[in-house]
């Protein structure tokens, strides 16, 4: 019996044209809509825009020296933002030190005193 050689389809070329552009387009604003929905999405666009006002209207704010004297400021806000992220992560897992509640009209398992 003689085997029948497997035909490949030729590869196809990417689309180019406006009709690439569109489909560009269309995901890149799906893209940003989708960011700025998030919450941290939004914190992110205000601080950019933050940053940019200070830096067009301060004469000296984009510089190594600024950056240096507002480290202190934000470290204590960084270290607690850290604790809380662990925090909420264990809470998550489960992980927590408080023992479950049991209600108060549940049945108590036997040999166990109320």
């Not at 489909?23 to 960011?35: D, E, M, P, T």
């Not at 825009?49 to 830096?55: E, G, I, L, R, S």
Request: net charge positive; hydrophobic share 50%; no cysteine.
């Amino acid at each position: 019996m003689a085997a029948t050689p497997e035909v490949k389809p030729a590869p196809t070329s990417p689309r180019r044209g406006p009709e690439s552009g569109r489909a560009l387009g269309a995901g890149a604003v799906k893209l940003v809509r989708s960011f700025l929905t998030l919450r941290e999405g939004s914190i992110v666009v205000v601080t950019l825009v933050t940053f940019a006002y200070f830096a067009i209207s301060a004469n000296n704010f984009v510089q190594g020296n600024t950056f240096k004297s507002l480290l202190p400021y934000f470290a204590p806000l960084a270290i607690i933002a850290a604790v809380v992220a662990w925090l909420i992560a264990l809470a998550a897992a489960g992980r927590t030190d408080a023992p479950p509640q049991v209600p108060q009209d549940a049945p108590a398992a036997p040999g166990v005193p109320r």
